[in-house]
T-cell receptor
Framework: GAVVSQHPSWVICKSGTSVKIECRSL??????MFWYRQFPKQSLMLMATSNEGSKATYEQGVEKDKFLINHASLTLSTLTVTSAHPEDSSFYIC????????????????FGPGTRLTVL | TQLLEQSPQFLSIQEGENLTVYCNSS?????LQWYRQEPGEGPVLLVTVVTGGEVKKLKRLTFQFGDARKDSSLHITAAQPGDTGLYLC????????????FGTGTRLQVTL
């Protein structure tokens, strides 16, 4: 149990276009999802916390108008990179946690496989 | 923003050797996790430690949590090529709920 998927697994787009990445919890309901960004040879940096039915909370330095997050249901959160530029090229990873009593312990985060975004 | 420093940043060893990776913070963790990540994939949880002084073993991997809960180490015995990957520690602190802050990472390469 506790599988998280992301779609697409990779995407290439032209500069100035918008790209939507989906994060789904396949076999559990996730009240909270997180979005991370990972540049080559670097660690994961938290971008935002997404709570179902409410506005996302963004980390310092992350532009909320550029990285739109929608957590419309307990199994789906989307990240839209608006007007993408080459510097937005990165590996985007989501994670999801269950409410207490679920599969995970200590609010364990279950990570998706990531989406590689390349902006030309 | 909490900072987690890992050392070393990169480690290249031969099969059969032992190694230790360190994770340090200036603040007290409420919990600390270790992950392994392979290229093009998401991180996979190896262990969670919450109690100061705690030691956990996972086959050839031994995880220690410092008594003061500010540092942790991962020791691998008799490394194998399959251990190759990016090792990440990640911590949570009181007041930040389930938000994880990841360490700087240690890239391990094990060769035959």
């Amino acid at each position: 149990g506790a599988v998280v998927s992301q779609h697409p697994s990779w995407v290439i787009c032209k500069s100035g276009t918008s790209v939507k990445i989906e994060c789904r919890s396949l076999d559990f309901q996730a009240t909270t999802m997180f979005w991370y960004r990972q540049f080559p040879k670097q660690s994961l940096m938290l971008m935002a916390t997404s709570n179902e039915g409410s506005k996302a909370t963004y980390e310092q330095g992350v532009e909320k108008d550029k990285f739109l997050i929608n957590h419309a249901s307990l199994t789906l959160s989307t990240l839209t990179v608006t007007s993408a530029h080459p510097e937005d090229s990165s590996f985007y990873i989501c994670s999801a946690i269950q409410p207490r009593g679920g599969v995970g312990r200590n609010n364990e985060q279950f990570f998706g496989p990531g989406t590689r975004l390349t902006v030309l | 923003t909490q900072l987690l420093e890992q050392s070393p940043q990169f480690l290249s060893i031969q099969e059969g050797e032992n190694l230790t990776v360190y994770c340090n913070s200036s603040s007290v963790f409420s919990s600390l996790q270790w992950y392994r990540q392979e290229p093009g994939e998401g991180p996979v949880l190896l262990v969670t430690v919450v109690t100061g002084g705690e030691v956990k073993k996972l086959k050839r991997l031994t995880f220690q949590f410092g008594d003061a809960r500010k540092d942790s180490s991962l020791h691998i015995t008799a490394a194998q090529p399959g251990d190759t990957g990016l090792y990440l520690c990640a911590g949570t602190w009181n007041g930040t709920a389930s938000k994880l802050t990841f360490g700087t990472g240690t890239r391990l390469q094990v060769t035959l």
